[in-house]
């Protein structure tokens, strides 16, 4: 049985813990396989569909500017892992969207400060797609395409991560 209420005082302690119960936590007949396989499961299929809402909602902002772009997901594992959600070419440049879940929104000064959902990265792509949960009630209800340029992290009294977005990044909402 796996000591689940281990004291992790070091990066190493996690990595010597996975290695130590690989069996218990990855073998298909492991104690705690179901659980992680369905846990992950679960998150890979409401992030999918996020994405897709993401997509979308990019298509419907391309349009309304007068371009009809086609949306691709990720071409690697290495796209996706360096956070591209998406892509879209124009001739022969490719532009890159962030696709993130919005838990909430509030314009401070000028900024947007934007609280997700989920992972927390930094913006190195060149669109900010916001969509929410459609499986939540929230009390935002928009989605919001931004620039993904000059968008800064910061934290709340809590500790949580936001983005801090220039309002002048907004390009669409719906």
Excluded: C, W
Excluded at 105 to 121: E, K, Q, R
């Amino acid at each position: 049985m796996l000591d689940l209420n281990m004291t992790v005082n070091h990066p190493d302690d996690i990595i010597n813990f996975i290695r130590n119960n690989s069996y218990d936590l990855f073998d298909v007949d492991g104690t705690y396989f179901d659980m992680i396989y369905n846990a992950l499961r679960g998150v890979t299929e409401s992030g999918a569909l996020r994405e897709q809402e993401g997509s979308d909602l990019f298509k419907r902002y391309a349009l309304s500017k007068g371009f009809d772009v086609e949306i691709l997901p990720p071409d690697s594992s290495e796209q996706d892992i360096a956070g591209v959600d998406a892509y879209f070419k124009v001739g022969e440049t490719t532009y890159t969207i962030q696709i993130k879940t919005l838990d909430s929104i509030d314009l401070v000064d000028n900024f947007y400060h934007v609280f997700i959902s989920g992972d927390f990265t930094k913006i190195k792509t060149h669109y900010l797609v916001l969509v929410t949960d459609t499986g939540k009630k929230t009390l935002f209800d928009k989605a919001y395409v931004f620039k993904g340029s000059g968008i800064k992290t910061g934290f709340d009294e809590d500790g949580r991560s936001y983005y801090i977005v220039p309002s002048s990044n907004l390009l669409y909402s719906e």
